[in-house]
């Protein structure tokens, strides 16, 4: 018999390469995606199989963390042995502009996974994605037993999210886990996030197709790692005989202007000519330095990143550039 996981944000970067990563471990996969007007599963569009064909072993729900009934008639119906609620409205910088919305999905969404969960009649392991923002003014290296001081509207949600978890598996038993993630990153990385935003604008200035590259805070640092270690280190968790939390980093930081020195050192371009400061990129709220201690995962989990800072940044500019080139002029 096959495994079952319930994937929630499976139609995002993590989302994708989880997804990619069980079907390779022989899981039956399955996943909630919000209904849109137009298609959002370009990440996944390679794993997909009509349902219909019986060898098919990903499936996709509509639902929403905003609502409760559907989640519960997606768990009643797939029954799963693995959840794994990445499900967020991730971009911190936005949460500043809408954070009712992301409190109600980041934070609420995540009491309304529990609860499913304690009401089904099954054993269930959980994975709730925390993130590095929780630590906010917390100064580095930061783990599991690091202060939380949030910063902004997500990390705030966040922060509220790990506590539920951590208090559902106290409370009522349950095999909850919390993976507390530093910034991940690959091509898949959404077209807003400064990383790709950075490695996209690369790709078109060394075509000609942009002159300028506008960024807020280069002096940020971040500790970087790539989407597809992380999965491995998520499933991980699952795997355990014990429930537990566990900071999932490489223990390097780079600031925003290595990243960006980086990035247009792969095409043979100088920085200096093309960045632009641009204050209404800036936070409300800043956080200066993450950079995440993985000792536990490395000692308990036997995990470790395999990507270096330089091979992830070179991986991501020679994928928007040779998405780049495919597209037609003008577009």
């Not at 997500?154 to 886990?177: E, H, N, P």
């Not at 202007?257 to 980086?262: L, S």
């Not at 991986?315 to 597209?327: A, Q, T």
Request: charged share 25%.
């Amino acid at each position: 018999m096959h495994k079952v996981a319930l994937i929630t944000g499976i139609t995002g970067q993590i989302g994708s390469y989880l997804a990619e990563f069980l079907l390779s471990m022989d899981y039956t996969v399955h996943g909630i995606i919000r209904r849109c007007s137009t298609f959002n599963t370009d990440r996944i569009d390679h794993l997909y199989t009509d349902p219909h064909d019986g060898g098919a072993r990903l499936f996709l729900h509509y639902g929403d963390m905003s609502d409760s009934d559907s989640i519960n008639s997606i768990l009643g119906k797939v029954q799963p042995d693995e959840i794994f609620n990445l499900a967020a409205q991730s971009h911190v910088r936005v949460s500043f502009d809408i954070p009712e919305y992301t409190v109600d999905v980041v934070a609420n969404g995540v009491f309304r996974m529990l609860e499913a969960i304690r009401r089904l009649d099954k054993d269930v392991k959980y994975y709730q994605a925390s993130s590095s923002e929780i630590f906010g003014e917390s100064p580095p290296p930061q783990n599991e037993k690091t202060a939380f001081r949030p910063r902004s509207p997500y990390a705030i949600s966040k922060v509220a999210g790990y506590y539920a978890t951590v208090l559902y598996r106290d409370a009522y038993d349950l095999f909850a886990c919390n993976g507390i993630m530093f910034n991940s990153e690959s091509p898949r990385r959404g077209e807003t996030f400064v990383t790709r935003k950075i490695t996209k604008a690369v790709a078109k200035i060394a075509l000609g197709r942009q002159e300028k590259l506008f960024l807020g805070n280069l002096d940020a640092k971040r500790d970087w790692g790539f989407a597809g270690d992380y999965v491995k280190a998520i499933w991980k968790m699952l795997q355990m005989d014990n429930p537990d939390d566990y900071a999932i980093a490489t223990g390097e930081t780079h600031s925003v202007r290595e990243f960006v020195e980086a990035a247009f050192a792969v095409l043979d371009l100088d920085s200096n000519k093309y960045v632009c400061f641009d204050e209404r990129y800036l936070r409300p709220a800043e956080v200066d330095a993450l950079c995440g201690d993985a000792t536990k995962a490395k000692e308990v989990l036997g995990w470790a990143p395999e990507c270096n800072f330089a091979e992830l940044v070179k991986m991501m500019v020679i994928s928007d550039y040779e998405i780049e080139i495919r597209k037609p002029p003008g577009d």
